[in-house]
């Protein structure tokens, strides 16, 4: 989720989305229309926007439900009931929901039952709620890697005129350049690439291997403070395969983010951060 000053009215319509969506999942409603583009003709042929539209087939027909959302710092009043029961009459839909998050008034509660509109608090939890802040687990994943580590190990490279066998010489060596008499450059990388390519490809474990590189051409190997003549290429080494697989475990937890009261029906839920929903007790 959006997490722009905490919440504003367009993430606000996308929770509420996302809920309805989630819970009608169950009795085959489903989310038809939603945003603030969204819009259904009346018979009026008036255009009116829709915040989230659901849609159930009962056996005969297509039932739709208006659910509107608001943001707002001030109760809701009977005019929203107003405006969303002749919306509803003049689209043919037979259901609406008025969402909140700072409740209604007492006229908005009474007129709303007369037109058998549902009323809905959503709000992020806070202190007085239970088990605000509380993490809690939701389960554990293991994470299984397998991985099996291939690898040419140089134990000598020898130029004819030099031997290079120290550990960090031969480390250096995959950033040495050697030159031709026209200073036409060729990576020495390359050299310990096709090494261990062609162990890798003979397979034979722990067995050490020497593989001699014909040059085209006398190669040198410019140093600070002298040049070495390259008379030939041969790389010594061995081939390792190591079982690097590995096992680790995550507890994942989870915590309250927001709390869903219907006025009417007296059923309250919550919202975790990760999405879960679920029914809490009536008194909470």
Request: aromatic letters at 10%.
């Amino acid at each position: 989720m959006s997490k722009k000053s905490e919440f504003d009215w367009e993430v606000y319509e996308a929770i509420t989305k996302y809920i309805f969506e989630e819970l009608g999942a169950r009795h085959g409603i489903q989310v038809i229309g939603y945003g603030r583009n969204f819009k259904v003709k009346g018979k009026s042929g008036l255009q009116h926007q829709i915040d989230v539209l659901t849609e159930v087939f009962d056996g005969e027909r297509k039932l739709l439900t208006a659910i509107e959302c608001k943001y707002w710092k001030k109760k809701v009043s009977k005019d929203t009931v107003m405006k969303l029961s002749e919306t509803m009459q003049d689209s043919g839909i037979a259901s609406g929901i008025i969402v909140c998050k700072t409740g209604f008034t007492r006229d908005t509660l009474t007129y709303a039952e007369y037109k058998g509109i549902k009323l809905v608090e959503l709000r992020e939890a806070g202190e007085h709620d239970v088990g605000f802040k509380e993490s809690f687990e939701v389960g554990t994943l293991d994470v299984h890697v397998n991985m099996m580590v291939s690898r040419a190990n140089v134990t000598s490279i020898d130029f004819g005129s030099r031997t290079i066998a120290g550990e960090d010489e031969i480390m250096r060596m995959y950033y040495v350049n050697l030159e031709d008499a026209y200073g036409k450059v060729t990576p020495f990388s390359k050299y310990l690439a096709a090494f261990s390519s062609e162990l890798e490809s003979r397979g034979k474990l722990l067995e050490t291997t020497t593989i001699d590189f014909p040059l085209t051409c006398e190669l040198f190997w410019k140093l600070p403070k002298e040049e070495i003549t390259v008379e030939k290429v041969s790389i010594t080494g061995f081939f390792t395969k190591s079982d690097r697989s590995s096992k680790r475990s995550f507890l994942l937890t989870d915590q309250i983010w927001m709390i869903m009261k219907e006025i009417f029906d007296k059923r309250n839920m919550a919202l975790s951060k990760s999405g879960l929903i679920w029914n809490l007790a009536p008194d909470c």
